[in-house]
Nanobody
Framework: QVQLVESGGGLVQAGDSLRLSCAVS????????MGWFRQAPGKEREFVAA????????SHADPVKGRFAISRDNAKNTVYLEMNRLKPEDTAIYYC??????????????????WGQGTQVTVSS
């Protein structure tokens, strides 16, 4: 059974930083494409960032480009989302997602097979 467990969320002030982690178990992490998505209250889930198997290929949504960075450590079966210069509009539940047996899954949530339970990030002004 594949499990994704996020951690690292919390309540911060605008301009602060947070690092989210997502630990993956139940399948070979190094052959799992990973992504981060978020869902704010009353809004649809939206793409944040994606990374390929080896970590060399990444993409970030325009609202977070230059502030957020996705990375992975295949030795630790963990994907990260480094979030800097946080804004109140970044407030959301953040989910990590995984796609098996495809090097890169991109920005569409329908492309992903596995999902974590989410971690709340709240940014106060």
């Amino acid at each position: 059974q594949v499990q994704l467990v996020e951690s690292g969320g919390g309540l911060v002030q605008a301009g602060d930083s947070l690092r989210l982690s997502c630990a993956v178990s139940g399948r070979t992490f190094s052959s799992t494409a990973m992504g981060w998505f978020r869902q704010a209250p009353g809004k649809e889930r939206e793409f944040v960032a994606a990374i390929n198997w080896g970590g060399a290929l990444t993409s970030h949504a325009d609202p977070v480009k230059g502030r957020f960075a996705i990375s992975r450590d295949n030795a630790k079966n963990t994907v990260y989302l480094e979030m800097n210069r946080l804004k109140p509009e970044d407030t959301a539940i953040y989910y990590c997602a995984g796609k098996g047996d495809r090097p890169y899954a991109g920005s569409r949530s329908e492309s992903y097979d596995y999902w974590g339970q989410g971690t709340q990030v709240t940014v106060s002004s």
